[in-house]
């Protein structure tokens, strides 16, 4: 069975600290791996990954794969309270079936 | 260009009612998902769709029906609801997964629904 683990569920930061959220996965077919922000609506899209090594940023965010040990990873440097959000991790396969996300990690942001 | 729109954003159910969630997208995307999300549950498919005219279970099928008449609309119904199914439902669209690497999922808003 597919499988997408955050971690931590759960973070408390101070403004201006950088943060590293952690995703491992273990699935048939890795195609490619998305992560998404959600605050208190629909997630929205922030990267996606399919190729090992390679950084994606925007801002502040970045995101880098490990395709050999199975694991992908969001930093946020310089945190703002803005950033308080839950962030999802999802693998698409290359198999006929949907996107599998993790449970996601809520970041709190605190002033 | 409104992308994923759901409707209703609340509602309250009593045990044994019925009722539709409506998802209408105007991105012309082939594939239509609908995920639940609960506290420290992450999001879970329910039902999703390939194509108008066919539907397939996801994860957490049951108690749920579906349908996809039009390709812009995807149902979602609870014929007996329970209060299991208090959640935050929402609805996705995409293209084809073997399409392009950069087909992320695109989401409306959701719908909040408690079932007392």
């Known amino acids: 069975e597919d499988k997408v683990v955050q971690s931590p569920l759960s973070l408390v930061v101070h403004e201006g600290d950088t943060v590293t959220l952690n995703c491992s996965y273990e699935v048939t077919n890795f195609r490619s791996l998305l992560w998404y922000k959600q605050e208190k609506k629909a997630p929205t899209f922030l990267f996606m990954l399919t190729s090992s090594g390679i950084e994606k940023k925007s801002g502040r965010l970045s995101s880098i794969l490990d395709k050999k040990e199975l694991f992908s990873i969001l930093n946020i440097t310089a945190t703002q309270t803005g950033d308080s959000a839950v962030y999802l991790c999802?693998?698409?396969?290359?198999?006929?079936?949907?996107?599998?996300f993790g449970k996601g990690t809520r970041l709190s942001v605190i002033a | 260009n409104a992308g994923v729109t759901q409707t209703p954003k609340f509602r309250v159910l009593k045990t044994g009612q019925s009722m539709t969630l409506l998802c209408a997208q105007d991105m012309n995307h082939e594939y239509m998902y609908w995920y639940r999300q609960d506290p420290g549950m992450g999001l879970r498919l329910i039902h999703y769709?390939?194509?108008?005219?066919?539907?397939a279970k996801g994860e957490v099928p049951d108690g749920y029906n579906v349908s996809r008449l039009k390709k812009q609309n995807f149902l979602l119904g609870l014929e007996s609801a329970a209060p299991s199914q208090t959640s935050v439902y929402f609805c996705a669209s995409s293209v084809p997964w073997g399409s392009s690497y950069n087909s992320p999922l695109h989401f409306g808003n959701g719908t909040r629904l408690t079932v007392t």
């Open positions: 999802a693998v698409a396969t290359s198999g006929n079936t949907p996107l599998v």
């Open positions: 769709s390939v194509g108008e005219g066919t539907t």
